[in-house]
């Protein structure tokens, strides 16, 4: 079994639509849970970011970390095409520096 | 603005020839990365940089070796770069004891001829 596991997708979805992407995984040694945003031929950038469980809202964007489901969520209301990008869930535990990526999810938002 | 900058953001060499790939970094930054990203695949851990301290991945081939003469500046030299090695190298870095915040560069796309 995959530490990470996320659905490559692709996923299309019209303009304005709510975007679900989400991840599971099997370390429960993990405590930190980020969203990393990354544009074709670009580095990713980080979106989100929680630590242990729960909800976290920024703007448009909404994490949820499940720790007891090993399953965290981003939902991305009234999607953009300028949202359009590969999204990748990351995690890790206390005092790693290593992140666990999974493979990322292709999002495309059509105008 | 502060950021993390990598050269080039394009490299192409032939099979065999060593290759030096830079970052820096204007974030004053303690820990410095080098990913290894494949095509639809997650970005792969290479080693990383905690101050001066080298820590290297147990699967991470002898080929790839890093140096970092000082804080802003970080290194990955390819010694004999094979077709398999084609790939997107990301560096990032992280402040200490923040390493799930991670800020990385555009990185370099290696094209092996």
């Known amino acids: 079994q995959k530490e990470v596991e996320q659905d490559p997708g692709p996923l299309s979805v019209p303009e304005g639509a709510i975007v679900s992407l989400n991840c599971t995984y099997s370390?429960?040694?993990?405590?930190?849970f980020m969203w990393y945003r990354q544009y074709s031929r670009k580095g990713p950038e980080l979106l989100m970011y929680t630590y242990s469980s729960g909800n976290k809202e920024d703007g448009r964007f909404t994490a949820q970390v499940d720790k007891s489901s090993k399953y965290i969520s981003l939902f991305i209301r009234d999607s953009q095409p300028s949202d359009s990008a590969t999204y990748l869930c990351a995690m890790s535990s206390y005092g790693n520096n290593r992140l666990a990526f999974g493979k990322g999810n292709q999002v495309v938002v059509i105008p | 603005d502060a950021m993390v900058i990598q050269n080039p953001r394009y490299q192409v060499t032939q099979f065999g020839k060593p290759v030096t790939l830079s970052c820096s970094q204007t974030?004053?930054?303690?820990?410095m990365y080098w990913y290894q990203q494949k095509s639809s695949q997650a970005p792969k851990l290479l080693f990383h940089?905690?101050?001066?301290?080298?820590?290297n991945e147990a699967d991470t081939p002898d080929n790839f070796q890093s140096r970092r003469p000082n804080t802003s500046f970080c290194f990955l030299d390819i010694r004999s770069p094979g077709l398999g090695d084609a790939a997107m190298y990301l560096c990032?870095?992280?402040?200490?004891?923040?390493?799930?915040?991670?800020?990385f560069g555009p990185g370099t796309r290696l094209l092996v001829l």
């Open positions: 370390n429960s040694a993990f405590q930190y």
């Open positions: 990032a870095t992280s402040p200490l004891g923040l390493q799930e915040t991670q800020y």
């Open positions: 940089y905690y101050d001066k301290d080298f820590n």
């Open positions: 974030l004053n930054h303690n820990v």
